[in-house]
Structure formats: structure tokens, C-alpha cells
């Protein structure tokens, strides 16, 4: 099984930004649509956002949309999420998770479909 690694996580102010990374030592990575999830302190799993293994779908979830952007780099094996203009109400432990049927062209929305999964970096916004 591939190892997903998110990093980028820490603490900020509300308003501020913070930009999470998600990468993997495995040459099928570019294969693989890319989703984040969020766990907040005492609360369900939240899908956040995903991007289509070759970057021509993206998805939010309305509580993040116009202030996230995900994007790619599969030269680097890499994922990453842009997060702007954050609130405390973004408090949680961040995960990004690989769907690994291959170049699947339908961006999948729901956790379910997702496959791996990395452990997670924290993201806490103080108010």
C-alpha cells in the first residue's frame, strides 16, 4: 500500500492562510484523483475538496468554496490545497486520500471511493 504524506499543517489567525501538501513515493501517484478530509475536534469526517488525477475536475464542498483551491503537480507527486481567508470553524485534522482505480474520469465526492489514506496534519485557526 502507498504511503500518503500531508504536511503544511499549524496555527494561524483567522484570516490568514495556510497551504497543505499531499505526496507519495509511487510512480501511479499522476494516476490517482486526490481528495482532503477534515475531522474537526468531536465532530464527523468532512470531504473538503478533490482534484481529477490529471487536474481537469475539481470539487468543494460549499463551506470551503471560494476560499480553498486544490491543485496538482505530477511531476513532483504532489497535492496541495490552498487555504485562504481561514476561520476558526476550520479547525481540524486535515487528511488527503488517493482513489486508485487508474485515471479514473469521474472525480468521486464521497470518502468512500477513496482508497488510501495519509495520517493527517492539524490545521488550528485561532480567533
Known amino acids: 500500500q502507498a504511503q500518503l504524506v500531508e504536511s503544511g499543517g499549524g496555527l494561524v489567525q483567522a484570516g490568514g492562510s495556510l497551504r497543505l501538501s499531499c505526496a507519495a513515493s509511487?510512480?501511479?501517484?499522476?494516476?490517482?484523483?486526490i481528495g482532503w478530509v477534515r475531522q474537526a475536534p468531536g465532530k464527523g469526517r468532512e470531504f473538503v475538496a478533490a482534484i481529477r488525477w490529471d487536474g481537469g475536475r475539481t470539487y468543494y464542498a460549499d463551506s470551503v468554496k471560494g476560499r480553498f483551491t486544490i491543485s496538482r503537480n505530477n511531476a513532483k507527486n504532489a497535492v496541495y490545497l490552498q487555504m485562504n481567508s481561514l476561520k476558526p470553524e476550520d479547525t481540524a485534522l486535515y487528511y488527503c486520500?488517493?482513489?486508485?482505480?487508474?485515471?479514473?474520469?469521474?472525480?468521486?465526492?464521497?470518502?468512500?471511493?477513496?482508497?488510501?489514506w495519509g495520517q493527517g496534519t492539524q490545521v488550528t485557526v485561532s480567533s
Open positions: 509511487v510512480l501511479t501517484f499522476s494516476n490517482w484523483s
Open positions: 486520500a488517493a482513489d486508485i482505480s487508474p485515471r479514473r474520469m469521474v472525480l468521486a465526492t464521497a470518502e468512500g471511493a477513496y482508497d488510501y
